[in-house]
């Protein structure tokens, strides 16, 4: 008797979502960067119990076509490329096609939809099984929730770590998202309250203010350079105001917030010795490149990327923030501010 066979779809999703919903954060950034990809203006996420209990995304995008929404849920479906060529220029944050049913299959999700030109359309999955289908209002957006993560595999959610950790993973991928999107009016509130408001007027140093604070922000400089490939720009911290980890350094490339050590490295080279052992800046820096240059099909979460030029883009940066820093320095500081 054979003993091979191919593994259902639920059991294929849930081994899916292993690599793509690590923890209740990972579930923010995939819909969050759902809503940013579908032209939303205004992003408000509500999150219970640290995520464990439920997400809330709401946005005023583009929504979902009623004849595709049981579809977005399949997995590899997605609106965002379709050929191999499209693969290599991609400009939206997601095309995998793998976290709307890598969730599903993990929780209890309802999503409200509507292109606002009909009636919208209301799909509840629970566990990766479609519930129900029906009519829902005619709002121009997405509202989707995700509750009870991880309810069956309790594995995972043995995993996670307390409350306050999962809840600063959150904060962090929100503030990175709102750093990266300036136009974009975000707002995120934990059990009722709110941690997070952005105007979505398109000021990356009123972001930053919200942020970090009005004072800390008063401590950044703006800087901007190019070369043939790159264009960079952005906010980095003078040497009076570094805090003890690198984690502070946000790399946004092409818009898509990423992991990558050698363009924080090249930051923090920009600062020659003027930095204290052990004392990390914070900055801001917008890559802008030919999305040919870069693959950000490495991993499932898409965070880490491969850069081709990698020691050109890192030489633009080092050098672009040693000057600012330098012009800096030539003022003195009581005319500051
Ligand atoms: P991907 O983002 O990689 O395409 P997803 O599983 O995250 O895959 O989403 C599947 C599809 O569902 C998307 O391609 C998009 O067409 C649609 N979609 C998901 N979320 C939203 C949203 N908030 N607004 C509009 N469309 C959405
Ligand atoms: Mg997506």
Not at 52 to 57: F, R
Not at 58 to 63: A, I, L, P, Q
Not at 195 to 222: F, P
Not at 296 to 317: C, F, G, Y
């Given at each position: 008797?054979?003993?091979?066979?191919?593994?259902?779809?639920?059991?294929?999703?849930?081994?899916?979502?292993?690599?793509?919903?690590?923890?209740?954060?990972?579930?923010?950034?995939e819909l969050v960067e759902n809503a940013i990809d579908a032209h939303s203006t205004q992003i408000d996420i509500l999150?219970?119990?640290?995520?464990?209990?439920?997400i809330e995304i709401v946005d005023n995008g583009d929504g979902i076509e009623n004849?595709d929404v049981a579809?977005a849920f399949?997995?590899?479906?997605?609106s965002?490329?379709?050929?191999?060529?499209?693969?290599?220029?991609?400009?939206?944050?997601g095309?995998?096609?793998?976290a709307l049913?890598?969730i599903a299959?993990?929780?209890?999700v309802i999503l409200q939809t509507s292109t606002g030109q009909q009636t919208g359309t209301q799909i509840h999955i629970?566990?990766?099984?479609?519930?129900?289908?029906?009519?829902a209002a005619l709002r121009k957006g997405t509202d989707i929730s995700v509750?009870?993560?991880?309810?069956?595999?309790?594995?995972?959610?043995?995993?996670?770590?307390?409350?306050?950790?999962?809840?600063?993973?959150?904060?962090?991928?929100?503030?990175?998202?709102?750093?990266?999107?300036?136009?974009i009016?975000?707002?995120?509130?934990?059990?009722?309250?709110?941690?997070?408001?952005?105007?979505?007027?398109?000021?990356?140093?009123?972001?930053?203010?919200?942020?970090?604070?009005?004072?800390?922000?008063?401590?950044?400089?703006?800087?901007?350079?190019?070369?043939?490939?790159?264009?960079?720009?952005?906010?980095?911290?003078?040497?009076?105001?570094?805090?003890?980890?690198?984690?502070?350094?946000?790399?946004?490339?092409?818009?898509?917030?990423?992991?990558?050590?050698?363009?924080?490295?090249?930051?923090?080279?920009?600062?020659?010795?003027?930095?204290?052992?052990?004392?990390?800046?914070?900055?801001?820096?917008?890559?802008?490149?030919?999305?040919?240059?870069?693959?950000?099909?490495?991993?499932?979460?898409?965070?880490?990327?491969?850069?081709?030029?990698?020691?050109?883009?890192?030489?633009?940066?080092?050098?672009?923030?040693?000057?600012?820093?330098?012009?800096?320095?030539?003022?003195?500081?009581?005319?500051?501010?």
């Amino acid at each position: 008797m054979a003993k091979i066979h191919e593994l259902s779809d639920v059991l294929a999703d849930q081994i899916a979502a292993g690599e793509v919903v690590e923890r209740p954060a990972s579930v923010v950034k995939e819909l969050v960067e759902n809503a940013i990809d579908a032209h939303s203006t205004q992003i408000d996420i509500l999150v219970e119990q640290a995520g464990l209990k439920s997400i809330e995304i709401v946005d005023n995008g583009d929504g979902i076509e009623n004849e595709d929404v049981a579809m977005a849920f399949q997995r590899h479906a997605t609106s965002k490329i379709t050929t191999r060529e499209d693969l290599f220029k991609v400009r939206s944050l997601g095309f995998r096609g793998e976290a709307l049913p890598s969730i599903a299959s993990v929780a209890d999700v309802i999503l409200q939809t509507s292109t606002g030109q009909q009636t919208g359309t209301q799909i509840h999955i629970k566990g990766g099984v479609q519930l129900e289908q029906l009519p829902a209002a005619l709002r121009k957006g997405t509202d989707i929730s995700v509750k009870d993560l991880f309810y069956n595999t309790p594995a995972r959610l043995k995993y996670m770590k307390s409350p306050q950790t999962e809840l600063a993973n959150i904060t962090d991928i929100v503030n990175r998202l709102a750093l990266s999107y300036p136009n974009i009016a975000f707002t995120l509130s934990h059990d009722g309250r709110e941690l997070l408001r952005t105007s979505g007027r398109g000021s990356l140093q009123q972001v930053i203010a919200g942020i970090y604070g009005v004072q800390n922000a008063r401590k950044m400089v703006s800087f901007h350079g190019a070369d043939v490939d790159f264009e960079i720009s952005g906010y980095t911290s003078l040497p009076e105001f570094t805090r003890a980890s690198r984690q502070y350094i946000s790399v946004l490339l092409n818009g898509r917030y990423v992991k990558n050590f050698q363009i924080t490295k090249a930051i923090i080279e920009g600062y020659g010795s003027k930095l204290m052992v052990g004392r990390y800046p914070v900055a801001v820096v917008n890559v802008k490149m030919d999305p040919l240059l870069v693959d950000v099909n490495v991993h499932p979460a898409k965070q880490e990327v491969r850069i081709s030029q990698e020691s050109q883009l890192q030489k633009l940066i080092t050098t672009t923030i040693f000057k600012v820093l330098s012009k800096e320095n030539l003022i003195p500081s009581a005319v500051k501010n």
